[in-house]
């Protein structure tokens, strides 16, 4: 019935859009005479395409697509036309039971053809990452074509610098670059732009920045270093440790005058004190950051190419880096020509296959990761010769909401959850280091354990609504009721909750006797929650080896001239075990670097 209610509700705006189309042009006549690939078969039967039913409702291929133009890889011609006559927003809304649209949550920006396809069948694209039970109209099988089976070249473009992969890093990289007079590309292989800092959530580390001043929160650059080695173990690259720390307050001012909001400053695990920086109301750090990084993009006029796939970069005869092969979903293989290159294309946790290859033990995980986080520029840096490091050297992350690909921030546990068994029972410092209170889960004979707070928690952090509205949490008026509703014995589950409390009360340093976990808050203020969670694949510490400048190095030693990384597309800062909230410290301040560095040597190379 609500299928029905949908497609009627997309039918009536079909009607709606006839009135949007414009005289036939010659693109009509041509398309018209070009022969249509024949409608797989998908499971709702014989299936129509998106661009055929338009058609059916008296809609000309013009309306959608700018007469005489080539397609351009990021569509973006297409997006408009869809939004001209439907209007952000609108189709999706009744999809979904939840408050949650597909139009919504971490996008934070309208990109219809990411989900539906004109000529090919659509397909949601939220669900590479979420269970949802809804479908998309006109969706089917997905039709995607592999880039490398296209084989000629097609044109060349010329710029200064290329910058592949669209997260934190390589935004950052573009715009410090673009900021010094270069000209930058920045490619991205998926629809839309962010990687996986769209969905990061805890917060960015820094150390001895404003807003912990005005907080009273005393930090220091030498504290955030030895927390970061401390967990890190002796694989960590100190002297890269020490920059990301160095820089890291720098690094905050530097986002705080783009426009981000960094107030709110929260702990997380293996943090000394409160270091994770992110905005009021301890909202998820990701969908803000890149968004305001997309917009300083966009004011600066940046070529940002989505859809775009690096697959190979070029040298010249004397092995001199000249460039990068790509190939855009539309325009296919092309050249870029370029003085520098900066890699920024991420890790490899959404790749399980090769994840398991250097970690059998994680064999059937579920990832965190958006689905391009698959390892394509550390292969492209080891083609040109680069050193991998620590490529065995995968985090866990110990809570993901069980039989999802959700990742349930630390920052609920930093501001005042615990962690029980199936017993009602804790069994970790929920506060140690990600290596240690996943072992601790998967070390339960269910593999799964409870996070259990109040309403002082869920309210100090806005991110759990989101929680909520994916149907993770579990509320109730009374610890007793909660118990209940989770299958945990309640006596168990009451005493556990009440000699967390005690210690809170009782001990001078608020930590708890048995864990030794500072507390930051009693768990008292009903209504009580619970999350069910599990461990699953969540971050690559290892990558290109890099040195303070973002230099890519040879094994050796020496530098790939003219051939920059940042981000989680290099290895070394976080050793065997990384600190939550280092990865977007080590995104911005590396990412700057980088792209500060790339532009420098393309004012003074050659
Ligand atoms: O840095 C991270 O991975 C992080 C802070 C994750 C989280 O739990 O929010």
């Given at each position: 019935?609500?299928?029905?209610?949908?497609?009627?509700?997309?039918?009536?705006?079909?009607?709606?859009?006839?009135?949007?189309?414009?005289?036939?042009?010659?693109?009509?006549?041509?398309?018209?005479?070009?022969?249509?690939?024949?409608?797989?078969?998908?499971?709702?039967?014989?299936?129509?395409?998106?661009?055929?039913?338009?058609?059916?409702?008296?809609?000309?291929?013009?309306?959608?697509?700018?007469?005489?133009?080539?397609?351009?890889?990021?569509?973006?011609?297409?997006?408009?036309?869809?939004?001209?006559?439907?209007?952000?927003?609108?189709?999706?809304?009744?999809?979904?039971?939840?408050?949650?649209?597909?139009?919504?949550?971490?996008?934070?920006?309208?990109?219809?053809?990411?989900?539906?396809?004109?000529?090919?069948?659509?397909?949601?694209?939220?669900?590479?990452?979420?269970?949802?039970?809804?479908?998309?109209?006109?969706?089917?099988?997905?039709?995607?074509?592999?880039?490398?089976?296209?084989?000629?070249?097609?044109?060349?473009?010329?710029?200064?610098?290329?910058?592949?992969?669209?997260?934190?890093?390589?935004?950052?990289?573009?715009?410090?670059?673009?900021?010094?007079?270069?000209?930058?590309?920045?490619?991205?292989?998926?629809?839309?732009?962010?990687?996986?800092?769209?969905l990061s959530a805890g917060g960015m580390n820094a150390a001895n920045t404003k807003y912990q001043q005005a907080l009273g929160i005393e930090d220091s650059v030498a504290l955030m270093i030895s927390d970061t080695l401390r967990a890190a173990g002796p694989t960590s690259h100190p002297d890269l440790v020490e920059v990301m720390a160095n820089q890291s307050s720098a690094s905050v001012d530097w986002l705080t005058t783009l426009g981000v909001d960094l107030s709110d400053v929260g702990k997380l695990a293996g943090a000394s004190v409160k270091r994770a920086h992110r905005p009021k109301n301890g909202k998820a750090i990701g969908p803000h950051l890149i968004q305001v990084l997309r917009g300083a993009v966009e004011t600066r006029k940046l070529d940002l190419r989505v859809n775009t796939k690096a697959t190979r970069l070029l040298e010249d005869e004397t092995g001199r880096l000249v460039g990068l092969e790509v190939v855009g979903k539309h325009r296919q293989r092309y050249a870029i020509r370029a003085n520098a290159i900066v890699l920024a294309a991420g890790g490899f946790s959404a790749n399980i296959q090769r994840v398991v290859a250097y970690r059998g033990d994680y064999a059937g995980m579920t990832s965190t990761n958006q689905p391009g986080a698959t390892g394509d520029g550390m292969d492209l840096g080891a083609s040109l010769g680069a050193e991998l490091l620590d490529m065995d050297q995968i985090q866990i992350h110990p809570t993901l909401g069980a039989g999802t690909r959700i990742l349930i921030t630390e920052a609920v546990r930093g501001n005042g959850a615990v962690l029980v068994n199936h017993e009602g029972q804790r069994f970790v410092n929920e506060m140690a280091t990600r290596a240690i209170v996943a072992a601790a889960v998967l070390a339960l004979p269910e593999r799964t354990a409870l996070l259990v707070f109040d309403e002082a928690v869920r309210s100090s952090l806005d991110q759990v609504a989101g929680y909520a509205a994916l149907g993770l949490l579990t509320r109730a008026d009374t610890l007793d009721k909660l118990a209940s509703e989770i299958g945990l014995p309640a006596a168990a589950l009451v005493s556990t909750v009440a000699s967390y409390n005690d210690a809170y009360t009782s001990d001078p340093n608020r930590e708890d006797p048995n864990y030794h976990r500072a507390i930051p808050q009693a768990i008292a203020t009903p209504p009580f929650y619970a999350i069910e969670v599990t461990p699953g694949v969540h971050y690559t510490m290892g990558g290109l080896s890099i040195d303070v400048g973002a230099r890519v190095l040879r094994p050796d030693g020496s530098a790939i001239l003219g051939l920059y990384a940042a981000g989680e597309n290099t290895g070394g800062i976080h050793g065997a075990d990384r600190l939550g909230g280092n990865s977007i410290s080590e995104a911005i301040t590396f990412g700057k670097i980088a792209g500060e560095n790339a532009a420098h040597w393309c004012t003074t190379a050659h």
């Open positions: 019935m609500a299928r029905l209610t949908r497609e009627l509700a997309l039918l009536g705006t079909l009607v709606v859009l006839s009135a949007c189309h414009s005289e036939p042009s010659s693109l009509d006549t041509q398309l018209a005479a070009a022969p249509r690939p024949a409608a797989p078969q998908t499971s709702r039967g014989s299936a129509q395409a998106l661009a055929d039913s338009h058609h059916d409702h008296g809609m000309l291929c013009a309306d959608c697509h700018v007469a005489g133009m080539e397609l351009d890889d990021g569509e973006s011609a297409e997006n408009s036309a869809c939004v001209g006559c439907h209007a952000a927003q609108t189709l999706g809304d009744d999809a979904p039971s939840t408050a949650v649209t597909p139009h919504d949550s971490h996008l934070g920006k309208v990109y219809c053809t990411l989900c539906h396809h004109g000529h090919t069948f659509s397909q949601s694209y939220c669900t590479n990452c979420h269970i949802f039970e809804f479908r998309i109209p006109f969706d089917g099988v997905p039709a995607f074509s592999d880039p490398a089976l296209q084989e000629s070249l097609h044109s060349e473009d010329t710029t200064d610098i290329v910058v592949v992969g669209s997260g934190g890093a390589g935004l950052t990289a573009a715009i410090a670059a673009a900021d010094l007079g270069a000209r930058v590309v920045v490619i991205e292989k998926q629809p839309l732009t962010g990687g996986n800092t769209l």
